[in-house]
């Protein structure tokens, strides 16, 4: 399970870079960097409280 | 062996604005760091975020010391190596060095002392207000430059009259057409530097079980700025890269290693090249196949221009433009990678535990600097053979000075500055050897550099 989680993960890192930095067109990369920022931040606001 | 001045020139102004640029990158990073940290502890009052913000204090006002007199002596290197610039470009460039010390140099110079030594001096509320000013001291000194160095990139509002270039239109000066994109691609660069020092040095106290608390708030803080700066970096940085290829195509033909008028279609991904540019080719390219055309045109059959496009006496040296896209744009592929991994064992649960994870974090301590270098020798030896972008050449913008004088200058700046970084990374060294909690609750005067440098002092300076 644990595997399978971090090729998800890989596979939404690459995703992401590559939609942010504009292989699918500046409106996919504004949109892209959006929802990168708000799954960034809502992971580090439900786990960070409880970690750090 | 006869020198040329006009290498030497190069060369010394390459080797200390490098040494120069180290410092602003980390302190701006540190000082919109150090601010957050201060408004975390007002809004929680929360001690290990004043512990954090003493630590980090420290290394800040040493940053900040070195950047300060690092970059005046550029000043006068404008006087000693390229005169004729500053005869040429003066009326430009001068008022907005002017400027940059009336606005930031005089905010910063007023609020950093009560940064630095005011803890127990002043209110709290009144000590935030310092930090928060002393940190946009450093945005608009950065604006002023960025702004300077960017007319040199993309000149605009000026007119050459007898020889000399007249402005025309200020605000075509200071908002050049390349400002507004490189200006906060800068700015972000140095916040991402100053995030992965915090995570490099945090992670560090945890693989040495020391420190624990504070080592975790700060790897938490680190990596989790680092990770959404690193998302928007990516994004400003293929904005930039639009705007210059259409302003200086030869610079950007240069970064992508290919010297025939279009790449072959699909287009590969040049990773390492050894170029040949007396010839106009490369002896050796190992790249990604396809890769080029998805990432440059973003199609699956897009070609890319190569340098040929540029006549060769207008023609930047490929290899420093390529290698100092390539340290940049790899570093920021590896800082995107951790920052997901940090993401995705955050999730897990195992962001402070995980020991490989924890010495990558180590390695990538010094990466913000280094990608930052990396972007400066594609900026400046891609503008090249110009000092002023289509205005001014390099070679007519040189003092007529002896080239033993540029050689002598460059041995001193060169034993002066290695004096500056061994007195950096000791103190540095022995801030983080001691660690947070002996840190001192405001930094301490010295009026000489060498009872500073005595073992002693230190002790003294960081005893509870």
């Not at chain 2, 204090?57 to 500053?86: D, N, W």
């Not at chain 2, 025939?260 to 790249?287: E, F, H, M, T, V």
């Not at chain 2, 972008?389 to 033993?404: E, F, H, I, K």
Request: aromatic share 14%; charged share 10%.
């Amino acid at each position: 399970m644990q595997t399978l989680g971090a090729i998800v993960t890989a596979m939404a890192g690459i995703f992401f870079f590559f939609a942010i930095i504009g292989v699918f067109g500046l409106g996919t990369a504004i949109g892209a960097l959006a929802l990168f920022v708000v799954v960034a931040v809502g992971v580090i606001a439900r786990t960070g409280r409880q970690q750090a | 062996m006869t020198l040329d001045p006009a290498t030497l020139a190069r060369i010394q102004f390459g080797f200390t604005v490098s040494f120069h640029i180290i410092f602003p990158t980390i302190s701006i990073g540190l000082a919109a760091f150090l601010a957050i940290t201060e408004g975390l502890w007002l809004k929680t009052r929360d001690a290990l975020y004043l512990e954090i913000y003493r630590f980090w204090l420290g290394i800040f006002a040493m940053t900040f010391g070195i950047g300060v007199v690092t970059g005046i002596v550029l000043s006068f290197e404008f006087g000693l190596g390229f005169a004729r610039f500053g005869q040429v470009a003066g009326p430009v460039i001068g008022p907005m060095i002017g400027l940059e010390v009336l606005t930031s140099f005089f905010l910063e110079a007023g609020f950093l002392g009560i940064m630095l030594f005011g803890m127990n001096r002043v209110g709290p509320k009144l000590h935030f207000a310092a930090t928060c000013l002393v940190a946009v001291g450093t945005i608009l000194s950065a604006s002023w430059i960025m702004s300077a160095n960017s007319w040199m990139q993309t000149p605009d509002g000026v007119a050459m009259e007898q020889g000399r270039l007249v402005v025309t239109d200020w605000w075509k000066v200071i908002v050049n057409p390349s400002w507004p994109y490189r200006l906060p691609h800068m700015l972000t660069a140095a916040w991402i530097t100053g995030s992965f020092a915090v995570a490099g040095i945090g992670a560090w106290y945890l693989l040495h079980g020391r420190h624990e608390a504070f080592a975790r708030r700060t790897v938490s803080m680190g990596t989790g700025f680092a990770v959404v700066l690193i998302g928007v970096q990516v994004f400003l940085g293929d904005i930039l890269y639009g705007q210059m290829l259409q302003h200086q195509p030869a610079k950007m033909q240069a970064a992508e290693g290919f010297w025939d008028k279009q790449s072959p279609s699909p287009a590969a991904y040049n990773w390492i090249i050894i170029p040949d540019q007396k010839n106009q080719r490369n002896l050796l390219q190992i790249g990604t196949p396809w890769l080029g055309s998805i990432w440059l045109t973003h199609s699956l059959t897009g070609r890319v221009e190569g340098l040929s496009n540029t006549p060769p006496d207008q023609q930047p040296y490929m290899g420093l433009v390529f290698y100092g896209f390539r340290v940049m744009y790899g570093l920021a592929i590896v800082m995107f990678t951790v920052g997901i991994a940090g993401l995705w064992l955050r999730w897990r649960r195992r962001l402070f535990t995980t020991r490989w994870f924890l010495w990558v974090l180590v390695w990538m301590t010094p990466s913000g600097v280094l990608a930052t270098l990396g972007g400066w020798y594609l900026a400046e030896t891609g503008r090249q053979p110009w000092v002023i972008y289509g205005l001014l050449r390099t070679v007519d913008a040189v003092s007529p000075v002896p080239a033993g004088i540029l050689l002598t200058t460059l041995i001193a700046f060169a034993c002066v500055y290695a004096l500056f970084l061994g007195a950096f990374l000791i103190f540095a060294a022995r801030l983080v050897a001691k660690g947070p909690a002996d840190a001192p609750a405001h930094a301490e005067a010295s009026g000489s550099l060498k009872p500073a440098l005595n073992p002693k002092t230190v002790e003294k300076v960081v005893a509870p």
